[in-house]
């Protein structure tokens, strides 16, 4: 378990996986699958589960469950794989939950992501891809210390339109660890949410 000051890094089990075709259809989709609308039925969700955390093939993606404090799975943070030979990891994040984003859990997410990639695993790099659109993912790379590297140009279809696709990419001797960015940032636990 990675702990952190708002939210603890999980493995990917159960009380994730039961949330999943929930999170797959509510609006958390739209902004994590950069535009997409389609309903997911649950054989759709238990065929991914098959492939992805139970698939017994070679895999470099190591997914974590977002655990709030007070036990509430809020969703997936991730690394979605890894290029082994350059020790760069493509990061993956989703908090299904909406009633808790902008109050900095996934900002607690990302940097125990980051400090579990450069520290525990020893990568060089970490990166992750969004649309443009995504203004709540897009403040959280510019203020946890991301560079924008890239643009790919009307690179996304989301609700009828063209959007380009900024790439976000931090190195590891720019990371300060998770205690200074804690610090940093404000992070505070805070009481868990009411109802
Ligand atoms: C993106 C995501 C992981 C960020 O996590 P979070 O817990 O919401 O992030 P935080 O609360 O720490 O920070 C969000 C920042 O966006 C800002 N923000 C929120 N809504 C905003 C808006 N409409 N316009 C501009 N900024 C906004 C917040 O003020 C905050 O910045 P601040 O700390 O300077 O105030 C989360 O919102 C999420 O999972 N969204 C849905 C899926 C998604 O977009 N995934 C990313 C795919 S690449």
Redesign the pocket.
């Known amino acids: 378990m990675l702990e952190g000051v708002l939210v603890d890094l999980v493995p990917y089990d159960k009380r994730f996986k039961d949330q999943d075709h929930r999170w797959w259809n509510n609006e958390?989709v739209f902004?994590?699958g950069e535009g997409q609308r389609n309903f997911v039925s649950k054989a759709q969700v238990e065929a991914e589960h098959k492939e992805w955390y139970d698939s017994t093939e070679p895999d470099t993606g190591v997914p974590f469950g977002v655990l709030a404090k007070d036990g509430t799975p809020l969703?997936y943070f991730g690394i979605n794989w890894i290029a082994p030979f350059s020790r760069i990891a493509n990061l993956g994040?989703?908090?299904g939950e909406p009633d808790?984003?902008?109050?900095?859990?996934?900002?607690d997410a990302l940097l125990l992501l980051i400090e579990y990639c450069f520290r525990t695993l020893d990568m060089r790099k970490v990166w992750?891809g969004?649309m443009s659109i995504?203004?709540?993912?897009i403040?959280?790379m510019e203020?946890v210390g991301f560079k924008l590297e890239a643009l790919r140009r009307d690179a996304v279809h989301a609700d009828g339109k063209w959007y380009d696709e900024p790439s976000y990419g931090m190195f590891r001797e720019d990371w300060p660890g998770y205690t200074v960015m804690v610090e940093r940032l404000g992070l505070k636990a805070r009481p868990p949410k009411e109802g």
């Not at 808790?100 to 900002?107: A, E, I, K, P």
């Not at 995504?134 to 993912?137: A, K, Q």
């Open positions: 958390s902004w994590s969703g994040a989703s908090i808790y984003w902008g109050g900095g859990y996934g900002t992750l969004t995504n203004v709540r993912v403040r959280q203020k």
